[in-house]
């Protein structure tokens, strides 16, 4: 790799790094996976710099979506699931109720299926279209809105103090 490739792969994560590490966040739910997830995604980016072609960041996200979904897939089948509840006391420190609901929808978000929450992390937290989502995740627009719609379902039976116009938005921002 040259010095000029070598920098603008450079001023790339510079634009795009914190953009990229909250997407990575809201795939994975902690933060030192997302690091790792981030991290591996752009390694690889950065050995294929030369044949990234159009938009870096969505071959960079793209990779770290199908990076987790492997993860995802074999996580199911050693069948280890997440805590069911949250401890009965909230941080102190925590004052602020949109924090607890960011909580809450993390909680939720880590009980949805490896497909469904690619999917409305892809369409509410990134804002990107059916046809966008689907073309990131390699199935038909249609696919995405059923996906969105059983997922949209499964929250809000499992979290219904999150029920609520646009809740899923504003705690992801």
Sequence with gaps: ???????????????????MFRVALALTGAHHAAEDLLQDALARTFARWRHVRGDPEAYVRRAM???QVTV??????????PASSVP???DPRDQNAASESR????QALMRL???????????FFEDLSDVETG????????????????????????????NGPNTFRESVK
């Design 113 to 123: 299926g490896p497909r469904q929450r690619a999917v409305l992390v892809a369409r």
């Design 103 to 106: 909580l809450q929808l993390r």
């Design 72 to 81: 995802w897939r074999r996580r199911r089948r050693l069948r280890e699931l």
């Design 65 to 67: 979506y199908h990076s």
């Design 1 to 19: 790799m040259s010095d000029s490739e070598a920098e603008q792969f450079r001023q790339f994560l510079a634009g795009s790094g914190d953009r």
């Design 135 to 162: 073309q990131l995740l390699g199935c038909s627009a249609s696919t995405v809105r059923s996906q969105t719609h059983r997922a949209l379902a499964r929250l809000r039976e499992i979290a219904p103090e999150l």
């Design 88 to 90: 009965d006391r909230p």
